[in-house]
């Protein structure tokens, strides 16, 4: 099977490099910035593009792997090929292909992780969603999925919509918060390791009971003596919100 990507950021490196060592031929890897794609390429042992006017047509497989807003232009951009398309954006629904491809099959295979270039990641373990235009369409992603992943899923457009949101609670905004933490920690001269072990417990539990119940703090009893010292604590008034809205929040949720 012969693939090209049309991206070369974080999910597209990891998906890339997992589709090679599963057995697959990456031709091709296409960026705007010339240097970026060659990074990848050289990885998987593809050439590097910086213009569509060079996009191998004959593929079996075009992967987009670009920011959300990217998708659009891109795609117009596109010359006509022999092979399926197919992104891996969790909140674009896959009609986003339906104007450019009246008769070629497309879809969505979304694989549901964080991921950075620099830090490697069992891809087997990576929960895949996948969709299609027709059943064909679908078996063959799902085949490809499944060379790379142990965990493949059939989800529609409105679902994965709502799957992504709450990845963003799960991933992105808890991180914020680790964030938020380190600033908080930093200006007190405390290494922000203190915190690593409490993080891990956090993640640990929720992996074993249900994540409401296994809700701590002064949130959860809404205990306002501490919750007050807290904000006083807080000099920036949009933390101070942030703290005084999830606060609420838990404490609505806990009861």
Known sequence: MK????????????????LKN????IIQIYSRTYTNAHLLAERVSAQPINDLKYLNRD???YIFSLKD????????????TSGLWIHTAGSVPMNLF?????????????PLQTFSKDRELDFSKVPVFIEGNTRE??????????????????????SRKYLHLSAVFANNFSNHMYSLSSAILKKRGIAFDVLRPLIAE?????LEMEPIKAQTGPAVRFDEEIINKHLELIVD???????????????????
């Open 3 to 18: 693939i090209v990507f049309i991206g070369s950021g974080n999910v597209a490196t990891h998906m890339a490099v997992a």
């Open 59 to 61: 593929a079996d497989l």
């Open 237 to 255: 008034d949009q933390i101070k919100e942030i703290y005084n809205v999830l606060s609420n929040s838990i404490n609505r949720y806990s009861t």
């Open 202 to 206: 956090t993640a640990e539990k929720v």
């Open 22 to 25: 599963a057995g697959s031929e």
């Open 137 to 158: 369409t679908e078996e063959f992603f799902l085949s490809v999925a499944r060379k790379i992943s142990d965990d493949v899923k059939l989800m529609d457009s409105e």
């Open 98 to 110: 339906e104007q450019r491809l009246t008769k070629g099959g497309y879809g969505v295979l979304y």
């Open 69 to 80: 807003d990217a998708l659009p232009k891109i795609i117009d951009l596109m010359p006509d």
